[in-house]
């Protein structure tokens, strides 16, 4: 079994919806949790980042991370066409020294 | 700009060659990570070097070997490269296990 798995999708929606990108881990011991946004053929850019449980908010963007259930979730509101990427969520433990990544959802949002 | 540099952006060459692509991490980032993205996949992890010791080892081939300098710069070597070698590669660094930063990477093509 896979530390954290993603749907890859691809996700395909219209301007100004809702996104939801979900993911979950197997591994109890992660207490850091990650999503980056990847442009096409850029390098990963750090988005979100949520210590333990929680919620985290920025802007459209909310992060949630659900341990009870190992589940992490990234909702985007207000979508726009620059939000067309790739995202991938990462965790990572607290005295670890690796980081352990989804495959990414490709997410197109639709003018 | 996530202040990891990496060079070069691009780098041509033909099989059995062998390539050096270097790493500069943020400052005062004392580890260093390096990733492989093949087209439409995911990132796979090679190494990881803290305070210019190796730390982790992943996916890497014996092909390839890298090493973190004093000034904490980092060098991936790929040798005997082969035409499967052609991917993106990243390095990334962060100063503890809670969030990684990535360079804008280097694109290997191996003709």
């Known amino acids: 079994q896979k530390e954290v798995e993603q749907d890859p999708g691809p996700l395909s929606v219209p301007e100004g919806a809702i996104v939801s990108l979900n993911c979950t881990y197997s591994?109890?011991?992660?207490?850091?949790f990650m999503w980056y946004r990847q442009y096409s053929r850029k390098g990963p850019e750090l988005l979100m980042y949520?210590?333990?449980?929680g919620n985290k908010e920025d802007g459209r963007f909310t992060a949630q991370v659900d341990k009870s259930s190992k589940y992490i979730s990234l909702f985007i509101r207000d979508s726009q066409p620059s939000d067309s990427a790739t995202y991938l969520c990462?965790?990572?433990?607290?005295?670890?020294?690796?980081?352990?990544f989804g495959t990414g959802t490709s997410l197109t949002v639709i003018p | 700009d996530s202040g990891v540099t990496q060079t070069p952006k691009h780098l041509i060459t033909a099989t059995g060659q062998r390539v050096t692509l270097r790493c500069s991490p943020r400052?005062?980032?004392?580890?260093v990570y390096w990733y492989q993205q093949s087209l439409d996949q995911g990132l796979q992890f090679l190494i990881q070097?803290?305070?210019?010791?190796?730390?982790a080892k992943g996916n890497i081939l014996e092909r390839f070997s890298a090493q973190q300098f004093p000034d904490l710069h980092s060098e991936l070597n790929l040798s005997s490269l082969e035409l499967g070698d052609s991917a993106l590669y990243f390095c990334?660094?962060?100063?503890?296990?809670?969030?990684?930063?990535f360079g804008s990477g280097t694109q290997l093509s191996v003709l």
């Open positions: 949520t210590y333990s449980s």
């Open positions: 990334a660094s962060s100063v503890s296990n809670e969030k990684l930063f």
């Open positions: 990462a965790t990572a433990m607290k005295y670890g020294n690796q980081f352990y």
């Open positions: 070097y803290y305070n210019g010791e190796e730390r």
């Open positions: 400052s005062g980032d004392l580890s």
């Open positions: 591994n109890s011991a992660f207490q850091y």
